[in-house]
Each structure stands twice: as structure tokens, then as C-alpha cells.
Nanobody, 121 residues
Framework: QVQLRESGGGLVKPGGSLRLSCAASGSIFRINDMGWYRQAPGKQRELVATITAGGRTNYADSVKERVTISRHNGKNEVYLEMNILKPDDTGVYYC???????????????WGPGTQVTVSS
């Protein structure tokens, strides 16, 4: 069984910074892509950023220049450094990982339960 757990969310003022972390645990053979998504109240879940096992990154246009995604493959962790936060960045942030649980099996997508980020003065 695989679990993902996010941490680092909270309340921050506009212009502030936050660093989110996500740790994957359980029966993991290999982790392919990892990423962060967010869902604002009343809106659909949207991509924030993704990173491949080799470190190639992809960002949503709305967060480019303000956000950095990184990962530590040895620890099965992914991070999201967010700067110059805006009220529009408010939402629940979810970690997702494409995980292979055993040799020869196909990857499956796993989600964490989410962590709340609120940007407000």
C-alpha cells in the first residue's frame, strides 16, 4: 500500500512565502512523475507544477517565476517552494505521484489528502 502525505500549508500574507513538502511511503519500487495540484473553493483541481524522475519541470503559467518544484528521489519526497503569494493562490494543495509498486507492473497515480494554503491579510 502506498501513502502520500503533504505538509507545510498554512496562513500567509500576500507577498509571503511557503514551502510545501510531500512524502511517499509504503510499497514503492519506483516513482516516475511527481506533481502538485491545487483546488480553490468552487473551482476544479488544477495543475501547479510537475517534475520527472530526471528533474524536468513543468509549471502552470499562473505560477511561473514564483514557484519552484523539486524532489529528493532517495527520500521519495517532492517539494513546492512558493514565493510572492497572492490571494488567488489560496486553495487545497495536493501532491500526486505516479508510482510503480513492483517490478514489471505499470505505474498508478496516487494522491495525498491535501494541505490548505490561505493567502490573506
Amino acid at each position: 500500500q502506498v501513502q502520500l502525505r503533504e505538509s507545510g500549508g498554512g496562513l500567509v500574507k500576500p507577498g509571503g512565502s511557503l514551502r510545501l513538502s510531500c512524502a511517499a511511503s509504503g510499497s514503492i519500487f519506483r516513482i516516475n512523475d511527481m506533481g502538485w495540484y491545487r483546488q480553490a473553493p468552487g473551482k476544479q483541481r488544477e495543475l501547479v507544477a510537475t517534475i520527472t524522475a530526471g528533474g524536468r519541470t513543468n509549471y502552470a503559467d499562473s505560477v511561473k517565476e514564483r514557484v519552484t518544484i523539486s524532489r529528493h528521489n532517495g527520500k521519495n519526497e517532492v517539494y513546492l517552494e512558493m514565493n510572492i503569494l497572492k490571494p488567488d493562490d489560496t486553495g487545497v494543495y495536493y501532491c500526486k505521484a505516479d508510482i510503480v509498486t513492483s517490478w514489471g507492473s505499470s505505474p498508478s497515480g496516487y494522491w495525498g489528502p491535501g494541505t490548505q494554503v490561505t493567502v490573506s491579510s
